[in-house]
């Protein structure tokens, strides 16, 4: 059973404009999600996280949501740049026991000059 | 600093045979996790060390083993590789246990043949 959804595969948006990427758990003991950028041949870069005490976390052009009612998080990047083309994995674990983190399978974000 | 380095990167063997993969985590970082990412599957968990001791484990065979020296650098072994184990295996490294931010290397692209 998947914990952590990226429902959409892929997402086409054109350069200057907004993206939005969305990502579901079911786990309700998460409590610290994490995005990760991933280029093709590299491994995952860090890009931004929100603990679950919070609702926004803004870095730059990066701000992540976190809805906990509806077990929500979105990814938002304005304005998308040609260079945000990767495909983005969302993560989460709970705090308490350190467990692993638990991907989802990635959405790929093309952006389209 | 100098960041998570995999060796070797790209890597080729037949079927029935071992390999190790290595791992070389941030200076300081004590936590070392490993991942599969097979195309459309995300990043799947396969095993964490903490101090030398492995702390967690994915749903993988037997055949995926790990260890973790003094020094904190990790290595994973595969024995008798099946086709479906080509993959990235990519390696992350964290301070600690509760540290919830994992740094990961290019991984280790591992083609069955």
């Known amino acids: 059973d998947q914990q952590v959804k990226q429902n959409s595969p892929s997402l086409s948006v054109q350069e200057g404009r907004i993206s939005i990427l969305n990502c579901d758990y079911t786990n309700s003991m998460f409590d610290y999600f994490l995005w990760y950028k991933k280029y093709p041949a590299e491994g995952p870069t860090f890009l931004i996280s929100?603990?679950?005490?919070?609702d926004k976390n803004e870095d730059g052009r990066f701000t992540v949501f976190l809805n906990k009612s509806a077990k929500h998080l979105s990814l938002h990047i304005v304005p998308s740049q040609p260079g945000d083309s990767a495909v983005y994995f969302c993560?989460?674990?709970?705090?308490?026991?350190?467990?692993?983190?638990?991907f989802g399978k990635g959405t790929r974000l093309s952006v389209i000059a | 600093k100098a960041g998570v380095t995999q060796t070797p990167r790209y890597l080729i063997k037949t079927r029935g045979q071992q390999v190790t993969l290595s791992c070389s985590p941030i200076?300081?970082?004590?936590?070392v996790s490993w991942y599969q990412q097979t195309p459309g599957q995300g990043l799947q968990f396969l095993f964490e060390?903490?101090?030398?001791?492995?702390?967690n484990k994915g749903n993988f065979p037997g055949r995926f083993s790990g260890r973790q020296f003094s020094n904190s650098r990790s290595e994973m072994n595969v024995s008798t590789l099946e086709l479906g184990d080509s993959a990235l295996y990519l390696c992350a490294s964290s301070l600690g246990p509760v540290n919830t931010e994992a740094f990961f290397g290019q991984g280790t692209r591992l083609t069955v043949v």
């Open positions: 993560a989460a674990r709970t705090g308490v026991g350190n467990t692993p983190l638990v």
């Open positions: 929100i603990s679950s005490i919070k």
């Open positions: 200076s300081g970082h004590r936590s």
């Open positions: 060390y903490f101090s030398e001791t492995q702390r």
